[in-house]
Each structure stands twice: as structure tokens, then as C-alpha cells.
């Protein structure tokens, strides 16, 4: 069964500063990944996906990832902080026909 | 479109009580999600659907009952509310066509328990 790894349950970075976000997967086939994001008491939003076209994916507000097969990661960066960027970030994988299995999530603090 | 929308957006239960969380999507979506959200847990799957009339479990099946009578509302019910259930609940939906999964959530449902 496909799961997932956040790495890092709070990170905390300044305005300005790089954002990485790290998301480790374990799939025995190729997987779909996607980082979402949870803004306060909201729902999530999707911010980017793998689907295999491409390594590095860009996606909403700056933000992209590179998916590594030799490493199984997925990690998540933007170049530079904004204080609109602190939000709750998920990680998830597909699995079977149906379900997106999510990592326990990473808050994200940005300090002015 | 609304998207996914979800009611009530809060509400307060007394251990045993009952009641029904109403998920309604407007984008023709076949597949539908429960899932809850707890701290330190990420989102956990509750029971899903693939299409009208047809209702699957998830991780964390136990204590909730579900039905998709129609194909854009997707119902949670709790029978009989514990502590436990105290959380938050979103409800998802996606298409079955295409080759990328993504799933759209709607704003969420928090729940108490006293």
C-alpha cells in the first residue's frame, strides 16, 4: 500500500527565505502526488501535482516541487516567504482506483 | 459553482446524541470522500463512494454510517456520538475521468462531542 512521510511537523522560516518543505512516498507503481494546501479553518486547496509528465512541477502561488524517483521524495519549495504562505501543507499519494493517502501535515510559520 | 459545500459548519453533540453531516457537489463529480482531520494526524478516510447508490469504507469506518442517494450528496451520520468523534470533517469529490486524481474539498464541519 502507497503512504506517505512529511518530514518536519512544524517549519518555521522568515520573510523572504526559502520554503522547503520535505514529503517522502513509498508505491510499489508509479505514483500521482499532489501537495495541498489549508489555509485557517478552511478546506484544502490543491497547490500542484505529479502525474509523470514532467519532474518538476510549478504550481499556484509560487510554489513548485521535483519529484525524485532515486530518493522517493516529493518536496515542496518557494524561493521566497511571503506572510500569505503560513498555512497547513499536506502531502498525499494515489492509491488503488479510488483514494489519496495524506502525510500528517506540516504548519508553516513565516516570521516577519 | 459553489464547488463542495458542507452543513452544518459547526456543531455541538452530547455523548449518544445523533446527527447527519450533508456533503452536496455541483461539478457532476462521480467519486465522493469523508474524510476526518485530526491534529498531528493529517486526514483520515471514513468511507467513500464511487457512484450513486454505492457506499465503500475507509480507514476509520467505525461509528459512522453513510448514503449517496443521489449522485451530487454524499451523507455522514454518527448513530451515536462519542468524544472520540470530537473533529473536523471534510467531504470531497472528483471526477472519474482524466488521468490526474485530484480531489476537491469543501470547507469543513466541526464537530464536538461533550
Known sequence: ?112 | NAGVTQTPKFRVLKTGQSMTLLCAQDMNHEYMYWYRQDPGMGLRLIHYSVGEGTTAKGEVPDGYNVSRLKKQNFLLGLESAAPSQTSVYFCASRTRQGITPEQYFGPGTRLTVT
Open chain 1, 1 to 112: 500500500a502507497q503512504s506517505v512521510t512529511q518530514l518536519g511537523s512544524h517549519v518555521s522560516v522568515s520573510e523572504g527565505a526559502l520554503v522547503l518543505l520535505r514529503c517522502n512516498y513509498s508505491s510499489s507503481v508509479p505514483p500521482y502526488l499532489f501537495w495541498y494546501v489549508q489555509y485557517p479553518n478552511q478546506g484544502l486547496q490543491l497547490l500542484l501535482k505529479y502525474t509523470s509528465a514532467a519532474t518538476l512541477v510549478k504550481g499556484i502561488n509560487g510554489f513548485e516541487a521535483e519529484f525524485k524517483k532515486s530518493e522517493t521524495s516529493f518536496h515542496l519549495t518557494k524561493p521566497s516567504a511571503h506572510m500569505s504562505d503560513a498555512a497547513e501543507y499536506f502531502c498525499a499519494v494515489h492509491q488503488g482506483a479510488q483514494k489519496l493517502v495524506f502525510g500528517q501535515g506540516t504548519r508553516l510559520t513565516i516570521n516577519p
